[in-house]
């Protein structure tokens, strides 16, 4: 399958996956869902004194260890620090 189109799709799901996290939250007033925020995955989730940073993928399969790894390695566009897995441990509301 083409790039143009198997991207487009992923960002597609991106796009659901997003909008169904914002719709389970609707009823929270104090939640807030951030899509793509600076230095941040592809999208986050503030409720409940916590935030979820959710990192969409459109892979096809199971998910294995190799996969967790890869995406806890991710860093933020156009950085050489503070990826997802150092993100996730230094921060205590994560």
Not at 37 to 46: K, S, T
Not at 79 to 84: L, V
């Amino acid at each position: 399958m083409n790039i143009a189109i198997t991207g487009q799709q992923k960002y597609d799901f991106q796009d659901l996956v997003c909008a169904e996290t914002m719709l389970s939250f609707a009823d929270d007033d104090t939640a807030c869902f951030l899509v793509e925020p600076a230095g941040g995955e592809d999208g986050q989730l503030h409720a409940g004194g916590k935030i979820f940073e959710i990192q969409v993928k459109g892979a096809a399969g199971a998910v294995g260890f190799d996969h967790i790894a890869d995406y806890l390695a991710h860093f933020p566009a156009n950085a050489a620090s503070g990826s997802f897995l150092e993100r996730i441990v230094s921060e205590e509301d994560r």
